[in-house]
């Protein structure tokens, strides 16, 4: 009887803490859309941002964002697969190996806007590689990589003994096993964590200040020459992205509409992130169907 | 010994300071069943565990002695354990089949160890899943999961697979201790039958089925090998008093 009582009020505290968090969240998304939907059209999300006028958009910034999160994402997958599966199968446990997990650990946890000043006085100035995409997308390497490396241990870690014993008694190398057996069960976990990482990159500002700097140059996007200055595929221009943009106008905004400009940016990173998410978990289960042949 | 004989000598394996296996020394017939029976925690998987070095796994594990296969001591260091893990296949108590479909599960090792042919290799997964008797319950749902088949058709899949890697050796620990009957019964028709081709040592807890399947019965206890001799003597006329406490269930 007692038992039972206490179970339910148990139930009871769990159930109003998740409707709580659940209602802050609502609330907090559905605000953002209501404010910034409406100003969301196909002009706003292709045209130039005006500096004093009414009706810009954020055409330039979106792209920034997006060939940005590539750019990270072309660094982070392979220096992360790798570092993660080396932490995971290959390293002696020990101290030194013990010490490099907290490394990481601390290194996903650090302050962005630390990770941008470190990012201006070694990236920018000792590499001298400017405020640019390629900056930005080094110091955004920087807390991403440490989440990539976890999360690729703990995926593979989590992969059942049996399953690596398996392949390596049918005489399999160590390499393969990993690669081909295990892998494959541990994919979904990593394309999933990438993806929720890829939406933290991509709402991220106070690493990008310093380091993918805060304009852009007036971007030709006919000019798909990577070399060109003004080209937008150049890595070595600096670029503005979204969440720099809506920082940016709502502190030193001049144009009459920067406040619906911020609210419209606002809303559609948000949408962004959200489409991230779905697109992660059905395209890991998608893969996770493909690779294992299961319904 | 001749050439290609498969046996120990003083075979002992330690968990750090502890010694799970005792100076163990005995030869394995060509193409017979030798079964390992003893109480649990006595190294009978250990023992299994370190005829295919599979025991490297364990950080904390070390191997002193010799295991001879095919003119090779295998507890040499500079063994190539990938090359003899394909000669020595390999079964769990639990199945574990590959997270893949039912073909690629038999085909990945086949093909692997140089089977590229799409033609040999369907002819070569149908021939392993037939040896099994798995192929007319699977021959319908080839390309899905592995995953979704019954407890005893995984067993016997792991069985399938890793006789596609054409073996000379068996090792099986326990590998119908989690079956029914129906299956486990299945499962040692299947040994008797694969006995043919290949030379097999099957740890199991059941005094029936050791007595039912294997040529020779090893009694293990606290890591030393008490008894080793032909089962039917094993289990009329046991020389050491402990085996015969043992296999009569006298055993505390
Ligand atoms: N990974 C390990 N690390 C440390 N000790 C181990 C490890 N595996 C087994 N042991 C110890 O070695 C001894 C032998 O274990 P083993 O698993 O070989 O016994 P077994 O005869 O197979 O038992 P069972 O019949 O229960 O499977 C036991 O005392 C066990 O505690
Ligand atoms: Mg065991």
């Known amino acids: ?295 | 010994m001749s050439h290609n004989a498969f046996y120990t000598k003083n075979l002992s394996v330690y968990y750090g300071e502890k010694q799970a296996v005792r100076k163990v020394s005995m030869e394995f017939p060509n193409r017979e069943v030798v079964a390992l029976i003893g109480p649990s925690g006595c190294g009978k998987s250990t023992f299994l565990r370190s005829l295919n070095r599979m025991n490297d796994l364990i950080p904390a594990a070390r191997i002193e002695g010799e295991v001879w296969i095919g003119g090779d001591n295998i507890c040499d260091p500079n063994t190539d354990v990938v090359r003899l893990r394909q000669r020595i296949g390999m079964v769990w108590q639990r199945a574990n089949p590959f997270h893949k479909s039912i073909y690629e599960n038999v085909a990945f090792g086949a093909r692997y160890h140089g089977t590229r042919n799409r033609k040999e290799l369907a002819a070569l997964v149908e021939q392993c899943l037939r040896k099994t008797a798995l192929w007319d319950e699977v021959k319908d749902r080839l390309h899905q999961s592995a995953l979704a088949l019954s407890g005893g058709q995984q067993q016997r899949l792991c069985i399938a697979r890793s006789l596609a890697v054409r073996p000379s050796i068996l090792l099986m620990d326990e590998p119908a201790s989690a079956l029914d009957p129906v299956s486990t019964a299945k499962i040692e028709e299947l040994i008797a039958e694969l006995k043919k081709d290949y030379s097999i040592v099957i740890v199991t807890h059941n005094m029936q089925q050791a007595a039912r399947i294997s040529d020779k019965t090893a009694f293990f206890f606290l890591g030393d090998l008490i008894e080793y001799d032909d089962t039917q003597k094993m289990f009329t006329n046991p020389t050491r008093k402990s085996t015969d406490d043992y296999i009569s269930g006298r055993f505390g």
């Open chain 1, 1 to 295: 009887m007692r038992a039972k009582t206490i179970d339910r009020i148990a139930t009871g505290v769990i159930v109003a803490v998740a409707v709580l968090i659940m209602a802050v969240l609502a609330s907090l998304i559905g605000y953002l859309l209501f404010r910034g939907l409406p100003h969301i059209s196909w002009h706003f999300l292709t045209s130039f941002p005006q500096a004093i006028k009414a009706g810009g958009g954020i055409g330039p910034q979106l792209f920034n964002s997006i060939f940005l999160l590539v750019l990270t994402m072309i660094i982070t997958i392979p220096l992360g697969l790798g570092a993660g599966i080396y932490m995971s199968e290959y390293a002696k446990r020990g101290p030194i190996t013990n010490f490099i997990r907290l490394v990481v650990e601390v290194l996903s946890s650090f302050p962005s806007i630390v990770v941008g000043l470190f990012g201006l006085l070694v990236i920018v100035n000792t590499f001298n590689l400017g405020y640019s995409l390629l900056s930005g997308a080094l110091a955004l390497t920087v807390f991403n990589l440490p989440m990539m490396v976890r999360l690729t241990e703990q995926s593979l870690r989590s992969v059942p003994q049996e399953q690596k014993e398996a392949g390596l008694a049918l005489g399999m190398s160590r390499w393969k096993t990993i690669t081909s057996v295990m892998l494959p069960v541990a994919l979904p976990s990593i394309v999933t964590g990438t993806v929720l990482a890829a939406g933290r990159v991509f709402g991220e500002a106070a690493a990008l200040l310093f380091t993918a700097g805060m304009s852009s140059p007036r971007l030709d996007f006919t000019d798909w020459n990577p070399l060109h200055p003004t080209s937008p595929l150049n890595p070595m221009r600096p670029a503005e992205t979204l969440a720099v943009h809506i920082w940016k106008i709502n502190s030193e905004g001049l144009a009459p509409d920067a406040g619906e400009i911020a609210a419209g940016a606002s809303a559609v990173l948000v949408i962004t992130i959200l489409l991230f998410n779905l697109g992660a978990r059905w395209f890991g289960r998608v893969l996770y169907r493909k690779l294992t042949a299961s319904k």
